[in-house]
């Protein structure tokens, strides 16, 4: 794109995924441009490390639940303004959204209002094929392209007369699968007639409370049939303290980790794994590790899913094949005696392991690993936009 000046792209991300998401956009944005671009907007530590001054810290929008949510309304009315007379005062050449849709749509919304004719895109649909069915009836509204990590995604919006594109999913960007077992065994002194597991109850406390008890007595039974075996908890910083308490109980023999390269080296080590539903099992799949998912969440909880969730399966590899490949544990199923069972029949390695092994590959495809990234992609459909402004 010959333009004698550099683009000019308004970035807005709410919360930590968007902030991850957005900083691979920056990255892949400078090479694709050859850094002829400037970035300006809201966003949290990664995308700062790229170079964005964020208009305002991102932790004022970290709010969870209603009754959080009431008191702080008007903060939240006054950084939606501060960012539309932003957007208005940089006049950028695109407006992209990134990921939480509820702040999202508030600051398209306004911004729409406003009749600037700049392309305004939001990247990561809403789980509208899980739930909120009308929300993709009226996205068109506000956005004029959106960018989806999954390929079933756009077919939601299409009909509905607003521009799709499937770009992939970051997790397969991830360092997972250059995970270094050999590392992990030598750093934490697991000699190699050790025998891994990965257990990894969630990453909100809610999760860890309910989940690990649960894993752990799994933990348990398995290494009452075979004593070669430790474990190891990749966690985060939210919840390690958590963990570490938790697990100070046990005896057995367990490795808590919470750096990200030790996370990906403990992996690549893992015989197998259990595991809370979420992106971490996209991780698992991608990193070809047999797993089985255990979730559970309060009845009540329980009954609203029941209720709105219009999917078949929870787990993401299960949704994108259309068939269950990784066994999904949830609520009474959820329980030490199932998760140990299905271990030991993935570590016999017959039909279930041949199945998962097979089912990996595809999903591995299916997310566009081996192309380009999701990124490179995100970018070519931005540039699209832009160039087609310009026209």
Request: hydrophobic share 40%; proline share 5%.
């Amino acid at each position: 794109m010959n333009m004698n000046r550099k683009l000019k792209i308004y970035l807005v991300a709410g919360e930590p995924s968007g902030d991850a998401l957005g900083s691979r956009f920056m990255k892949a944005m400078r090479n694709k441009t050859e850094d002829n671009v400037e970035f300006f907007g809201v966003g949290g530590e990664s995308m700062e490390k790229q170079g964005l001054k964020s208009l305002f810290d991102i932790s004022d929008l970290a709010i969870m639940g209603l009754a959080e949510v009431i008191p702080s309304i008007p903060k939240v009315l006054r950084r939606i303004r501060e960012t539309v007379n932003d957007i208005v005062r940089v006049q950028p050449d695109v407006v992209i959204t990134i990921d939480s849709w509820s702040f999202a749509s508030r600051v398209q919304k306004a911004l729409r209002k406003k009749h600037l004719g700049i392309p305004q895109v939001h990247y990561v649909a809403p789980q509208v094929w899980a739930w909120k069915k009308k929300r993709a009836r009226t996205m068109y509204k506000y956005v004029d392209h959106l960018l989806t990590l999954l390929p079933q995604e756009p077919k939601y919006f299409t009909p509905y007369g607003l521009e799709t594109t499937f770009v992939g999913h970051p997790v397969i960007e991830s360092n997972v699968v250059k995970g270094k077992g050999g590392e992990f065994r030598k750093k934490f002194g697991i000699g190699e007639d050790r025998r891994i597991m990965a257990v990894l109850p969630g990453s909100r406390h809610n999760e860890v409370a309910k989940l690990l008890p649960v894993f752990l007595e799994a933990a348990q039974k398995i290494y009452d049939e075979d004593n070669h075996f430790c474990f190891v908890i990749p966690t985060v910083k939210t919840v390690a303290q958590r963990v570490k308490n938790m697990v100070a109980q046990s005896k057995l023999p367990i490795v808590v980790v919470e750096d990200e390269a030790d996370r990906h080296n403990a992996f690549n080590a893992a015989e197998i794994a259990v595991a809370a539903s979420g992106t971490v099992a996209l991780e698992l799949a991608i990193a070809n590790i047999p797993h089985v998912i255990a979730y559970k969440v309060s009845p009540f909880s329980a009954m609203l899913a029941r209720r709105f969730l219009h999917i078949q399966f929870v787990n993401l590899s299960n949704i994108l094949l259309g068939r269950e490949i990784i066994p999904e544990l949830l609520q009474e199923r959820c329980v030490s005696g199932n998760i140990k069972n299905y271990m030991l029949d993935l570590l016999d390695k017959g039909d279930l392991y041949e199945k998962q092994m097979d089912g990996f590959e595809k999903v591995r495809k299916i997310l566009g690993m081996g192309r380009q990234t999701p990124s490179e992609n995100a970018c070519d459909a931005i540039l699209g936009i832009i160039a087609e402004k310009h026209k």
